[in-house]
């Protein structure tokens, strides 16, 4: 067997610490340390500091001045604020675009809706579809923001949405789910197209809350499934 490359070491660390906070798996109490990740993990320092990195720019770590590294996933009161900002920003935001999208961005908005309608036709679970799902998530919101031509807007969307959330949402939607959300980019990209602003902006609600609806209720992570973060190596 050949050895794993550095690159591919990285993106393993990356994957699994991802999964791991997201699932909870890894304490919200207390630190964690770049050691302790690595022994679990089976891997050197430097892929673990390398997916640290990635971590802190979405939000699902943050470096605390004098405590070191602490896994953040938001409580119920964060996560319903996080949903009623973006209501409010994002539906404007699809109200603009109807207005000022230009012909180029309606290719691409639609291009990308189109995208995601195919990839929530799978119905086998597997990392590799949640990647590509949150890719194409955040391509089509992002192109919405952009066709509002208004860089204030755009800054205040990137700071309000929690990349972790959004993954999150993804990982508990039912095949169902996926294929109704999809079906809501391409009504948002006509919508759009068509130059309606109230239409898209009452589309993106729908949107929103509906993945707002499956946050309700956030189970404990599975005890049964394997962790490969057992106490010990995380004080």
């Known amino acids: 067997m050949q050895p794993e490359s550095a690159e591919s070491a990285s993106r393993r660390a990356y994957r699994e610490l991802r999964q791991a906070i997201l699932e909870r798996r890894l304490p919200s109490d207390r630190k964690v340390t770049e050691v302790g990740l690595a022994e679990d993990l089976g891997i050197s320092r430097t892929p673990i500091r390398e997916a640290i990195k990635r971590l802190l720019l979405e939000g699902l770590l943050e470096r605390r001045k004098g ?34 999208a230009t012909p180029a961005q309606i290719e691409a908005l639609t291009a990308s809706a189109h995208r995601m309608q195919a990839l929530a036709q799978v119905t086998e679970d597997s990392e590799a579809l949640i990647a590509g799902i949150d890719q194409e998530n955040a391509r089509f919101h992002a192109l919405i923001a952009e066709a ?17 959330l959004v993954t999150r949402t993804f990982r508990r939607f039912t095949p169902q789910q996926r294929r109704r959300s999809a079906q809501h980019h391409l009504e948002i990209a ?39 973060f057992q106490a010990g190596g995380h004080d």
């Open 148 to 164: 509002t031509q208004s860089p204030r807007l755009m800054h205040l969307i990137r700071a309000t949405v929690d990349v972790a």
């Open 190 to 228: 006509a919508a759009i197209a068509a130059g309606k602003p109230h239409w898209a902006e009452r589309m993106m609600q729908v949107h929103i809350l509906s993945a707002e609806d499956t946050m309700d209720s956030d189970p404990a992570p599975d005890a049964s499934a394997e962790s490969l």
């Open 67 to 100: 405590q070191g590294l602490w896994c953040v996933v938001p409580d119920a009161d964060e996560v319903r604020e996080i949903f009623e900002l973006r209501l409010r920003l994002e539906s404007y935001a699809a109200a603009k675009a109807a207005e000022r």
